[in-house]
């Protein structure tokens, strides 16, 4: 009897871990599995959101974008839109770290404009706050500090690109990138703005 | 090929596929929010609705509100945002709200609270301020531990009292 048993018993004592093994092997492949699907279903619900934020941001970017919010505040208290009654308003932001090229810059692109339109408000938003302040004297156009925060950000993003800001009333109709000289900047704003 | 071999391939392949998955999640997590937990919100000074200049107290924290009157979502949720207001007094927090445009905030619905109309150009590019409500919690070197955009409800309001928490 215990002869025939023998071969068995050999087989029966190697069959056991094995079959621990397998059964280890199989539970992590299910719980990978299920990972797997918990991960993948989020995935799809945010790319949903996703897709649905894009939609949504390309209709913001159509239609709040245009509208500028042009109301800061610069050394003299609150400026506002059409506080001096100009048709255009350009936006450009002035960086303390170059204020004093920033400044003779933005004079003489103002200044080679100045014949041929007069009917732009030039409004140079400081990246410091009041920092810049104290250069008004200096310049000829309407250092502002602060403004509310949309339009800080739309100009934020501007800035990035080196473009200055067109409005025409208080809607944005272009953004022109910063020339390298001044008399090239006044000729691309010259450029940019409708003709009458 | 062995039993062993080809479960050892099919687990480095599922292995491969959740790292992906979640290096994804994690991409998407960070473009959802607009913002990044740690990024600096330098938001010291800047002027109220009528041109007052106001400066924002370095406190342990800062709790900021971007809102306006005529969302209805930042009404929705108020008792919510009524009890972090309280807890981030509790912690002698700074509380600020902040209209995004002119005209977003009147005088009556702001009352004595802290509130910004103008802020500088660093706190513009910081702030994305296209939607209403957003609530942010800065800590003592104003960099961003919390946000929300949209209205919060009791699991935001847990998180976000959780984040008061861990402030040091």
């Not at chain 1, 790319?47 to 042009?70: D, F, M, Q």
């Not at chain 1, 502002?144 to 501007?158: C, E, I, K, T, W």
């Not at chain 2, 062993?4 to 959740?18: E, N, P």
């Amino acid at each position: 009897m215990l002869a025939v048993l023998q071969p068995f018993r050999g087989q029966v004592i190697q069959n056991r871990p094995s079959r621990r093994k397998g059964m280890k092997h199989k539970i992590i492949l299910g719980l990978s599995v299920v990972l797997l699907l918990f991960v993948g279903a989020r995935l799809i619900v945010l790319i949903r959101g996703e897709l649905g934020r894009l939609e949504g941001g390309r209709s913001l970017a159509a239609s709040v974008h245009k509208t500028g919010s042009l109301h800061g505040v610069g050394p003299g208290g609150i400026v506002g839109s059409g506080a001096l009654g100009l048709k255009y308003r350009v936006l450009f932001v002035v960086h303390l770290s170059s204020l004093d090229g920033d400044l003779k810059y933005w004079n003489a692109v103002r200044k080679a404009v100045g014949p041929q339109t007069s009917d732009i408000d030039w409004w140079g938003i400081c990246d410091s706050g009041s920092a810049c302040d104290a250069f008004q004297g200096a310049a000829r156009f309407s250092v502002v500090g602060f403004m509310d925060p949309y339009q800080m950000r739309v100009l934020s993003n501007a800035d990035v690109t080196s473009r200055v800001l067109l409005y025409e009333n208080a809607i944005l109709f272009g953004a022109v990138e910063r020339a390298a000289t001044s008399t090239k900047m006044a000729e691309a704003l010259v450029k940019a703005l409708p003709r009458p | 090929m062995s039993g062993d071999a080809l479960f050892r391939r099919v687990m480095i392949a599922l292995l491969a596929i959740v790292l992906i998955l979640i290096g994804t999640l994690a991409l998407f997590r960070q473009m959802d929010g607009d913002y990044s937990i740690g990024q600096a919100i330098p938001l010291a000074e800047g002027f109220s609705i009528d041109g007052a200049p106001v400066e924002v107290p370095r406190g342990k924290c800062t709790l900021i509100r971007v809102t306006s009157d005529n969302c209805p979502y930042c009404q929705k949720d108020q008792p919510q945002y009524k009890r972090l207001i309280d807890k981030a007094k509790q912690m002698s927090c700074s509380v600020v709200t902040l209209g995004p445009r002119v005209g977003d905030i009147s005088k009556e619905s702001v009352g004595d609270a802290m509130s910004l109309q103008y802020v500088d150009f660093a706190v513009g590019r910081a702030l994305m301020p296209f939607r209403t409500p957003q609530t942010l919690i800065l800590d003592a070197s104003r960099g961003l531990v919390w946000q929300r955009q949209g209205a919060l409800d009791d699991s935001d309001l847990g998180a976000a009292l959780q984040a008061f928490s861990l402030l040091r």
